[in-house]
């Protein structure tokens, strides 16, 4: 599940029989634009290449940007950018 798909399940939830309301529609709105926002202005700056023998296991720095990518985090210093 999305990081959205969990906020959608916890509005709803949560506020249940209210978004029948026009009010309550006007929230849902700024609620989801408020999340969207919060998503967009997270962003990564990643260290140099960690000594995969300091540490004892393999971490692939490829790897880490891609699953900050797929959760939609902007990577802004790195070997490749998304976003």
Same mark, same amino acid.
């Given at each position: 599940?999305?990081?959205?798909?969990?906020?959608?399940?916890?509005?709803?939830?949560?506020?249940?029989?209210?978004?029948?309301?026009?009010?309550?529609?006007?929230?849902?709105?700024?609620?989801?634009?408020?999340?969207?926002? %919060?998503? *967009?202005?997270?962003?990564?700056? $990643?260290?140099? /290449?960690?000594?995969?023998?300091?540490? +004892?296991?393999?971490? %692939?720095? *490829?790897?880490?940007?891609?699953? $900050?990518?797929? /959760?939609?985090?902007?990577?802004?210093? +790195?070997?490749?950018?998304?976003?």
């Amino acid at each position: 599940m999305t990081s959205r798909e969990q906020f959608e399940a916890w509005f709803q939830d949560r506020y249940a029989g209210l978004l029948e309301e026009s009010y309550f529609k006007l929230v849902w709105v700024v609620a989801l634009e408020s999340w969207q926002a %919060s998503r *967009e202005a997270v962003e990564v700056v $990643l260290p140099p /290449a960690i000594n995969t023998e300091e540490i +004892g296991r393999a971490i %692939s720095k *490829e790897r880490t940007m891609t699953r $900050l990518a797929l /959760a939609g985090i902007k990577v802004i210093k +790195g070997e490749k950018k998304n976003g």
